[in-house]
């Protein structure tokens, strides 16, 4: 069945240092692929998708390719921020379906 | 911005008992969900309602689980009998727009049920 795997956490970086959280999927067909956030004490929130191969999904600095060759969507931000301490969600959906399918959350943080 | 509201947020129950747990979705949404997430594991998809009636649901949604729109506003899951590994976060959602736009999603904060 499909499934997404990202990297365990936590990831602990200092501001300002470069941020890559892997993530690879499995599904059949082109699903479409998403990156989630979750702040303290908040509900879930789009970070930024792609719905093709070769696509990049971008927002607030965050950027992820949707790779098919490698089936990764690995998210990266050049300089990070202590307001970017949160967890993460890579998911999919593959196409005619309305769920989603999540990886376990990766979470950040960053000190100062 | 419109928020998906869930109350409460965290609720403690003993194993046995019938827990509710409730969820007020954006107000023109039509789509709604449920989510779980067990600690340090996946979130996990329970269950999707629309126009008033269960649209798909995974294994993990037996008969111990039902969904309710009772009101028009609020979207409620209730468990009947809870259980030790019914303990999770539960996460409510809603959506406007027609599938497969599941990008449309908006995610309630979350209601974590522990089972004693």
């Known amino acids: 069945g499909n499934s997404v795997t990202q990297m365990e956490g936590p990831v602990t970086l200092s501001e300002e240092a470069f941020l890559t959280i892997n993530c690879t999927y499995t599904a059949t067909g082109y699903p479409s692929l998403f990156w989630y956030v979750q702040y303290p004490g908040e509900g879930l929130q789009l970070l930024l998708k792609?719905?093709?191969?070769?696509d990049k999904g971008s927002n607030k600095g965050f950027e992820a390719t949707y790779r098919k060759e490698t089936t990764s969507f690995h998210l990266e931000k050049g300089s990070v921020q202590v307001s970017d301490s949160a967890v993460y969600f890579c998911?999919?959906?593959?196409?005619?379906?309305?769920?989603?399918?999540f990886g376990t959350g990766t979470r950040l943080q960053v000190f100062p | 911005e419109p928020e998906v509201t869930q109350t409460p947020s965290h609720q403690v129950t003993q194993m046995g008992q019938e827990v509710i747990l409730r969820c007020v979705p954006i107000?023109?949404?039509?789509?709604f969900y449920w989510y779980r997430q067990i600690l340090g594991q996946k979130v996990e998809f329970l269950v999707s309602?629309?126009?008033?009636?269960?649209?798909?649901k995974s294994e993990i949604f037996d008969d111990q689980f039902s969904v309710e729109r009772p009101d028009g506003s609020n979207f409620t899951l209730k468990i009947r009998s809870t259980k030790l590994e019914d303990s999770a976060m539960y996460f409510c959602?809603?959506?406007?727009?027609?599938?497969?736009?599941?990008?449309?999603?908006?995610f309630g904060s979350g209601t974590r049920l522990t089972v004693v």
């Open positions: 959602a809603s959506k406007g727009g027609l599938p497969p736009t599941n990008y449309g999603y908006t």
């Open positions: 309602f629309y126009n008033n009636e269960i649209s798909e």
């Open positions: 998911a999919l959906s593959d196409r005619g379906t309305d769920k989603l399918i």
């Open positions: 107000s023109n949404h039509l789509y």
């Open positions: 792609a719905t093709k191969a070769d």
